[in-house]
């Protein structure tokens, strides 16, 4: 059997392309070791590397940074799919006495709760970390930068009191937490809180004569849940593949597909970045990008997917000069330039139906017509949803709708997603007109409903 496009090996031109685009960044960024690696439909598919400090491989860890807040993320919302605890919840619902009350948890996850950056004191990221009382006993008013939900603005402290969530209201360490609900059951055993051999050390280059300076690896104690973690190529890819498509027992897929909305533009000129709940969005042309991007002193990583193809690109360099805006954009790139070389997924065949539907069911199929339009209504008995195609030329994708659990017809895409479909009928219980959101169509354009 022929592999699908999705799972088969890159194209040689792909790997050529690349393998170059990977080469030229390390030179050009002084990076010592650099590695960029390609998933699709879950699996890790093509590994690039440049540098020698130390040589580069799949299960050599790096520090991820910020790309831990994915996860902070992810655990937040699986706690409010429990029932735990509601984004719209302010603060003080659970770290009360502190002077940001009001600064609800939704908006930390998308910063746009007006918080300052980064903690007072010193640098967090490259220093002994602070307890989580420590942490909350120096906020005071003048943390917030920013009225909550006025403007994007990114916030690492965020992300620690996130994490002091977490730790309050399950009782359990933020890293017990990313342990037993992430990594354990995807498989991800390379992924720590501290380094673990083996590890490439991480640097600053110096910018005269390209000696390098070794960076300190910090327990950021409370600011952990911002960007402690450390893991490899194939762990992190592990967690891309999670992202473009969620195993249903780690996060519901619906919820994965909630923090990809976007919650607040970051670029207010072009609209091509955006931050949804935990993930950062980015669109290059007609696609969208999520992921994030990480920084430590000594270490940037990268993580861009496309969920629509389940295409990623992941990676690291060991080098703080090596910014992490550059590595993203880079792995962005490489992105991109997989899916306009690599075929497209080849749709599965066509079958026949095995039988035909209810009456019910047929009595709805067919041609409605709304303000002069033409719409054609058939059944998929795979999905058991309605599907309502716009027959004009350009017209929109077409709407779906399924039974909900009270039986009725209701939308589950585009325009129309959420809203009810009724079906009209006269006295003798024949079909004359369907409604949706009080748009009426009828089976002659001549008939208003």
Request: aromatic share 8%; proline share 8%; net charge negative.
């Amino acid at each position: 059997m022929t592999p699908s496009p999705e799972t088969a090996p890159l194209l040689p031109e792909t790997i050529r392309r690349v393998d170059t685009l990977v080469s030229q960044a390390q030179t050009a960024g002084h990076a010592p070791s650099l590695i960029i690696g390609v998933v699709r439909a879950g699996r890790l598919v093509h590994v690039a590397t440049a540098g020698r400090t130390p040589a580069p491989h799949p299960d050599l860890q790096y520090r991820i940074g910020s790309i831990s807040k994915t996860m902070t993320a992810t655990l937040l919302l699986g706690q409010r799919d429990e029932g735990r605890l509601d984004l719209d919840d302010p603060l003080e619902r659970h770290l009360p006495d502190g002077p940001l009350g009001t600064v609800r948890l939704r908006q930390l996850l998308s910063h746009v709760g007006g918080l300052q950056r980064e903690p007072d004191g010193d640098w967090w990221e490259r220093s002994a970390g602070a307890d989580l009382e420590t942490l909350l006993g120096g906020l005071t008013a003048d943390t917030l930068t920013h009225p909550p939900h006025r403007v994007f603005h990114y916030s690492n402290l965020a992300y620690g009191l996130l994490g002091a969530v977490l730790e309050r209201r399950t009782g359990e360490s933020w890293w017990k937490l990313v342990q037993s609900r992430l990594l354990d059951p995807l498989g991800m055993v390379r992924t720590s809180y501290q380094a673990t051999e083996p590890f490439a050390r991480g640097y600053v280059v110096h910018p005269w004569h390209g000696t390098l300076r070794e960076e300190p690896r910090t327990d950021t104690g409370a600011m952990a849940p911002a960007g402690q973690l450390w893991a490899t190529l194939t762990d992190l890819a592990r967690w891309a593949a999670f992202l473009a498509d969620p195993d249903p027992e780690v996060l519901a897929p619906e919820t994965l597909a909630e923090m990809c909305t976007p919650a607040v533009l970051a670029d207010l000129d072009s609209w091509t970045a955006g931050y949804g709940l935990g993930v950062e969005l980015h669109r290059l042309g007609d696609r969208v990008y999520v992921g994030h991007g990480g920084s430590m002193p000594g270490y940037v990583a990268t993580l861009s997917v496309h969920r629509p193809s389940r295409t990623g690109v992941v990676g690291f360099a060991n080098s703080y000069g090596f910014r992490s805006g550059a590595l993203s954009t880079l792995g962005r790139h490489l992105l991109s330039t997989v899916l306009d070389l690599e075929p497209g997924p080849v749709p599965g065949p066509w079958l026949p139906a095995t039988a035909p539907p209810p009456p019910e069911i047929a009595d709805l199929t067919g041609r409605w017509w709304w303000m002069g339009r033409e719409y054609e209504l058939s059944w998929d008995p795979t999905a058991e949803e309605l599907v309502c195609a716009n027959l004009l030329p350009g017209g929109t994708v077409a709407w779906r709708f399924g039974r909900d659990a009270a039986g009725r017809w209701r939308g589950r895409i585009g325009m129309n997603d959420g809203e009810i479909l009724t079906v009209r009928r006269d006295p003798a219980d024949r079909v004359t007109a369907l409604e949706i959101a009080t748009f009426v169509f009828t089976r002659t354009p001549d008939d208003l409903g």
